[in-house]
Nanobody, 126 residues
Framework: QVQLVESGGGLVQAGGSLRLSCAAS????????VGWFRQAPGLEREFVAA????????NFGDSVKGRFSASRDNTKNAVYLHMNSLKPEDTAVYYC???????????????????WGQGTQVTVSS
């Protein structure tokens, strides 16, 4: 079973950038497609991004397209969420999640992620 730990959250001004990291232990992260979700107070959890095992396939939620990107370094057992042009509405707890998939170049449906980290807070001030 894989354990996930997010880091890199913090307070940033609108228009700024942050890079979130998701580090894995227990199993190699290259066996998993990885997703990012976020949840703001009083709101439902929202899909942010996903990246395939190879890193060649990514997709993003509509609210972050064009501003966020994702990458991974399987040699370091880590996945990254690069967030640019941040807006106050991006304020949320961001969660890293993983899904065991067999294919290198696919991302699973958004309801098929099995393993979740504890989350990291991102706050964007106006």
């Amino acid at each position: 079973q894989v354990q996930l730990v997010e880091s890199g959250g913090g307070l940033v001004q609108a228009g700024g950038s942050l890079r979130l990291s998701c580090a894995a232990s227990g199993r190699t992260l290259s066996s998993y497609a990885v997703g990012w979700f976020r949840q703001a107070p009083g709101l439902e959890r929202e899909f942010v991004a996903a990246i395939s095992r190879s890193g060649s396939i990514t997709n993003f939620g509509d609210s972050v397209k064009g501003r966020f990107s994702a990458s991974r370094d399987n040699t370091k057992n880590a996945v990254y969420l690069h967030m640019n042009s941040l807006k106050p509405e991006d304020t949320a707890v961001y969660y890293c999640t993983a899904a065991a998939v067999t294919r290198w170049d696919m991302v699973p449906p958004r309801n098929e992620y099995d393993y979740w980290g504890q989350g990291t807070q991102v706050t964007v001030s106006s």
